[in-house]
C-alpha cells in the first residue's frame, strides 16, 4: 500500500483507475488550488476549485496532475467512473443532477456527450456497472411525475433502453401532472431554485406545503411519491425551497448555509414563501412549511421571522434547540456537528449567533401560525426535549389562537414509526393535518 497524494488540510480527493490510450493512469477528482486562465486576457489566477476538478497522472508518479476538466462555479463534479472503453461523469448544474459518457480513444479522450431527457425536471444516477468491458450503462431515472426507472444507455448508438418501471396502482397517468422550475430572488440578490409539482388545471392561490432543508450539502432532488398523489389529486400543489446550506448548486451553496452564514438557509426559505405568494401561487392563508430534523430548525426559524406567511408550520423531529446541544459535548453528535455549526464553547461569536436564530431562544410574544411538531421518545439525534420546551414555550409565549399541536412517538427514533402499515398511518395523520391547515380540505 502507498499514498496516492498526502493528507491536507481542507483538501478533498478521490482516485479512479483507467487506462487510456494503452497507458494506466489515475482520474483524480479534487478541491485543491488550481491555475484559471482568463480566455479575454489570458491572465493566470489561482483559486480553489471548490466545485471540484478532474485531473490525470500517471500511475507510477500521482502527484504529476495534469487537469482534464477544469473548475467552474455554475458545474459541481461529483462522480467519475471508467471502463474499458469510456468514462462516466456525475456532476450537478442548475440544481439537476447530470451524466455524461466521455468515450476512450486510440490516442486518449473523445468527445464528451451529456445525456438528455425530455422533462425540466428529473433525478439520474448510475446503477451497478461492474463490468470493466461495458457497452452499456445501467442508469437510474426519476422525477416528481415520473416513477423510478431503470435505463440501460447504450454507449456506442446513444440509444435509451428502459428495462423496469415501478408500478402504481390505480389510474395514475402522469400527463396528468406538471412540474416546474422557478426562481426566488433572495434578500442579497441570489437567485433561489424552487421545483414545484401540481395535477394539471391546478387554479392560482391553489393551497401549497413548501418543503425545505438546507443543512449538510444534502441535495432535495426530484423525486417521486405515490403518497403525494393524494396531495395533489386534492388540488394541492407542491414545492420544494432549494435553499443555502443544501449542495444544489455547487459546494458554494453549502459553504454560505452554514456557521456563520446559517441565516441565509432561513431567509432563503422566507424568499421563497413570498415568490409563491407574489406569483399568485398561493395565499399565505393556503401556504404550509414543511421540514425534518435540521429542517425542523428551519421551520422553527421561519415561524419566528416571518409567521404572518403560513396557515401551518410542520416540523418533524425538530432540532429547534440547538444552542443547548451543541453545548453540551456529552451529546453523541455534538462534537462532530461543530463543523455544521460552529463551536459555541470556545467562539463567542458564534454562540451569539447561534443565539440570534434559535427557534426556541427566539419565541415571541405575536400571532404563530398553526403548528404541529412530531417527536420521537427514542429518538437520539434530537432529543425529545427540544420540540417539547419549543412548544411548551410558544404556548406560554405566543398570542392568537392558531392551534399548537406536539404528537409523541413512543416507540419511535428519528426516523419515525416502522412498518409499513405504521409508516402510511403516520403519513396519513401529517397530510390530513396538512389538507385541513391549507384549507384543501373543509369537513
Known amino acids: ?125 448510475p446503477g451497478a456497472n461492474p463490468e470493466w468491458h461495458q457497452p452499456m450503462l445501467r442508469l437510474g431515472f426519476t422525477s416528481f411525475i415520473t416513477p423510478s426507472r431503470v435505463y440501460d444507455y447504450v454507449v456506442d448508438s446513444g440509444e435509451l433502453l428502459l428495462r423496469k418501471a415501478q408500478p402504481v396502482l390505480g389510474d395514475f397517468d402522469p400527463s396528468d401532472y406538471e412540474q416546474r422550475r422557478d426562481w426566488a430572488v433572495a434578500e442579497d440578490g441570489t437567485r433561489i431554485p424552487l421545483s414545484i409539482v401540481a395535477r394539471k388545471g391546478a387554479p392560482a392561490n391553489a393551497p401549497v406545503l413548501l418543503y425545505g432543508y438546507g443543512s449538510y450539502e444534502a441535495s432535495i432532488d426530484p423525486g417521486f411519491s405515490v403518497a403525494r398523489l393524494s396531495l395533489l389529486d386534492r388540488g394541492m400543489v407542491f414545492a420544494v425551497a432549494h435553499v443555502r446550506g443544501g449542495g444544489e448548486m455547487g459546494r458554494h451553496w453549502y459553504e454560505n448555509g452554514k456557521t456563520l452564514a446559517k441565516k441565509n438557509t432561513f431567509t432563503d426559505f422566507v424568499a421563497c414563501a413570498r415568490h409563491l405568494i407574489d406569483t399568485g401561487v398561493t395565499r399565505p392563508d393556503r401556504l404550509v412549511a414543511d421540514g425534518g430534523s435540521a429542517g425542523g430548525l428551519l421551520m422553527g426559524a421561519v415561524a419566528n421571522l416571518a409567521p404572518e406567511l403560513f396557515a401551518g408550520i410542520l416540523a418533524n423531529v425538530p432540532f429547534v434547540d440547538p444552542l443547548t446541544s451543541i453545548l ?116
Open 1 to 125: 500500500f502507498r499514498v496516492l497524494l498526502p493528507r491536507r488540510e481542507g483538501v478533498e480527493y478521490g482516485a479512479e483507475h483507467a487506462v487510456v490510450g494503452g497507458e494506466d493512469r489515475f482520474l483524480v477528482m479534487h478541491n485543491d488550488v488550481v491555475e484559471v486562465v482568463d480566455d479575454a486576457t489570458g491572465e493566470i489566477t489561482r483559486e480553489k476549485a471548490e466545485n471540484f476538478v478532474l485531473a490525470e497522472a500517471p500511475v507510477d508518479d500521482p502527484s504529476a496532475l495534469r487537469t482534464l476538466i477544469g473548475h467552474r462555479h455554475d458545474v459541481r463534479l461529483e462522480d467519475v467512473d471508467a471502463f474499458a472503453g469510456h468514462l462516466v461523469l456525475g456532476y450537478r448544474r442548475e440544481a439537476l443532477t447530470r451524466l455524461a459518457v466521455w468515450p476512450l480513444t486510440a490516442d486518449g479522450y473523445g468527445e464528451l456527450t451529456e445525456l438528455e431527457f425530455d422533462e425540466e425536471l428529473f433525478a439520474v444516477g
Open 328 to 443: 453540551d459535548p456529552s451529546l453523541p453528535l455534538t462534537v462532530i456537528e461543530w463543523d455544521e455549526w460552529g463551536n459555541p464553547l470556545d467562539n463567542p461569536e458564534v454562540y451569539e449567533y447561534m443565539r440570534s436564530y434559535s427557534p426556541y431562544e427566539n419565541v415571541e410574544a405575536k400571532d404563530y401560525p398553526a403548528i404541529l411538531a412530531i417527536t420521537s421518545l427514542n429518538d437520539t439525534r434530537v432529543l425529545y426535549v427540544e420540540p417539547a420546551k419549543w412548544v411548551a414555550k410558544l404556548r406560554a409565549t405566543k398570542t392568537g389562537d392558531a392551534p399548537l399541536l406536539l404528537k409523541t412517538e413512543m416507540s419511535a427514533g428519528h426516523g419515525g414509526v416502522s412498518g409499513r402499515y405504521e409508516k402510511w398511518r403516520e403519513v396519513a395523520f401529517e397530510f390530513a393535518w396538512v389538507l385541513e391547515t391549507s384549507g384543501a380540505y373543509r369537513p
